[in-house]
């Protein structure tokens, strides 16, 4: 009987959090995996006709690497993949990708890694802790490397907002994304954050709304990103006006993210109708904070 994993969409940032702070979504993708004859990758979903049905597909590589880091000669295995979450928006679609095969291989194995061992394996192929942390542990996680680790440490999620994305038809390689960022930038920009960030940890602790939608602007990465995405500022004001407490890119984008304690519908229909008057066709989702992580659902 296959290993079947559960694991949840994320969203980074936050705003001003850049590589910080990552929030785990109820959006998921299931990863079914199985030692086989031959090996075999079926995608449904999100990326089926476009990510690799073979042995070069990301997570069949994660997973068999697993299997080699714990003594096993490399297997040959059996993945399907079942996606929802969209394909390069900003919503931790490669996280979702490494943790389940690293949690789904890892339960196939009769689990010899801890989630810690997981997790900074996890760091290593992604390249950054922000999407892989919630994505693995669930909930909201502040995260930073020091050295060569990954140092995490979960906050509680006020339960009375959710998350509304706006995910448009446009997609943004992470790669790109972070090319059109400076590689330095004015002190004043950096104290600006500093300080927002410190005020967004502050008004979700202390339940302070009304300094949410100043404490989720951000000068390091928004400012650059933003032409990627045209009509992103307007979908930002039009979420605000909606009554939205916050808004900001989710991620590297394409997807919008906002908080709400009010009405989800008004906030997304708001930020796709923004895009839709500057070109750029979106649907949204309103999605509580998963705060479970990576699940094996069986085994």
């Given at each position: 009987m296959p290993i079947v994993v559960r694991v949840p969409a994320s969203t980074t940032n936050l705003g001003p959090g850049f590589d910080a702070l990552g929030l785990a979504l109820a959006l998921h993708n299931r990863i079914e995996i199985d030692f086989a004859e031959t090996p075999t990758v079926t995608v449904v979903g999100e990326g089926a006709g476009r990510l690799p049905a073979d042995p070069s597909n990301l997570a069949y590589r994660v997973a068999a690497d697993l299997c080699e880091a714990a003594g096993r000669p490399r297997p040959t295995l059996a993945l399907r993949l079942h996606n929802a979450v969209p394909v390069r928006r900003g919503l931790?679609?490669?996280?979702?990708?490494?943790?389940?095969?690293?949690?789904?291989?890892?339960?196939?194995?009769?689990?010899?890694?801890?989630?810690?061992?997981?997790?900074?394996?996890?760091?290593?192929?992604?390249?950054?802790?922000?999407?892989?942390t919630p994505t693995l542990l669930g909930g909201f996680q502040v995260v930073?490397?020091?050295?060569?680790?990954?140092?995490?440490?979960?906050?509680?999620?006020?339960?009375?907002?959710?998350?509304v994305v706006a995910?448009?038809?446009?997609?943004?390689?992470?790669?790109?994304?972070?090319?059109?960022l400076p590689p330095t930038v004015p002190s004043d920009d950096a104290v600006f954050n500093v300080g927002r960030v410190a005020l967004l940890l502050a008004a979700l602790a202390a339940r302070?709304?009304?300094?949410?939608?100043?404490?989720?602007?951000?000068?390091?990465?928004?400012?650059?990103?933003?032409?990627?995405?045209?009509?992103?500022?307007?979908?930002?004001?039009?979420?605000?006006?909606?009554?939205?407490?916050?808004?900001?890119?989710?991620?590297?984008?394409?997807?919008?993210?906002?908080?709400?304690?009010?009405?989800?519908?008004?906030?997304?229909?708001?930020m796709v109708a923004a895009l839709a008057r500057a070109g750029t066709r979106a649907t949204w989702r309103a999605l509580p904070c998963d705060e479970e992580g990576a699940v094996v659902e069986s085994a």
């Open positions: 931790g679609s490669s996280s979702t990708a490494i943790v389940g095969a690293l949690v789904a291989a890892n339960a196939l194995l009769g689990e010899p890694f801890s989630r810690e061992e997981l997790l900074r394996r996890a760091v290593a192929i992604e390249g950054h802790p922000d999407n892989v930073t490397m020091i050295g060569d680790r990954p140092v995490h440490v979960r906050l509680p999620f006020p339960p009375e907002l959710t998350a995910i448009p038809d446009r997609e943004i390689e992470t790669e790109h994304a972070r090319a059109v302070r709304w009304e300094w949410l939608g100043a404490a989720m602007e951000d000068r390091l990465h928004q400012p650059y990103r933003a032409p990627l995405l045209p009509g992103f500022a307007e979908a930002i004001a039009a979420a605000r006006a909606a009554g939205a407490d916050g808004a900001c890119l989710s991620g590297s984008g394409s997807a919008l993210l906002a908080l709400t304690r009010r009405e989800p519908a008004a906030v997304g229909e708001a």
